[in-house]
């Protein structure tokens, strides 16, 4: 039987396209080195999925007992939570709609099997 550690943020002002490109880079990743990917990697989406995974790491250690060094990034999402529509006045007396897109982020850790 293998236990999963789970978390997630919710309603994070970021887009989810945004999100999408840094969990590509730490999936199926060991969670120590996700760790540094996130920290070495210059997006404004690194900030949230960094506290998440942390999140998630001590989770697995003080809840389910899960040796640290052997979790890895089993499962990485992220879902598009409600948009903040903002209109921007334009030329004309016409108005443009800003979509201000937030983002539901899930992260899952595993214990690797030796």
Known sequence: MTT?????AKYVRISPRKVQIVL????NQPADKAMAILKFTPKAAC????KVLKSAMANAENNYNMDISKLYVA??????GPILKRIQ????G???RINKRTSHI?????EMED
């Open 4 to 8: 999963e550690s789970k978390a997630s």
């Open 89 to 92: 006045p334009r030329a004309q």
């Open 47 to 50: 900030e949230p999925v960094s």
């Open 75 to 80: 499962y990485a999402h992220v879902a598009p």
């Open 94 to 96: 016409r108005a443009y």
């Open 106 to 110: 899930t992260l899952v850790l595993k």
């Open 24 to 27: 590509d880079l730490i999936r």
